[in-house]
C-alpha cells in the first residue's frame, strides 16, 4: 500500500479488495448464463495474488 501512495495513488484498501478478489484476475471468469461455473480463461493470472485454485 506504501508503494501506491508514494506514486501519487490514494486508493483505500476495500477499493483495492474488492477490485482484486474478482475472478478475472485470477485468470477466471463467469457467466450468468452458467451461473456458479468459473471458467479458465486463456489469459495469466497476475501472479503472488491468489492461491492456486
Known amino acids: ?4 501512495f508514494q506514486e501519487g495513488l490514494d486508493i483505500p484498501k476495500q477499493s483495492l479488495n474488492a477490485m482484486w478478489s474478482k475472478t478475472f484476475y485470477a ?3 463467469t457467466n450468468s448464463l452458467v451461473p456458479g461455473v468459473e471458467i479458465k480463461g486463456h489469459w495469466e493470472p497476475i501472479p503472488l495474488l491468489f492461491m492456486p485454485r
Open 27 to 29: 485468470g477466471y471468469f
Open 1 to 4: 500500500m506504501d508503494w501506491l
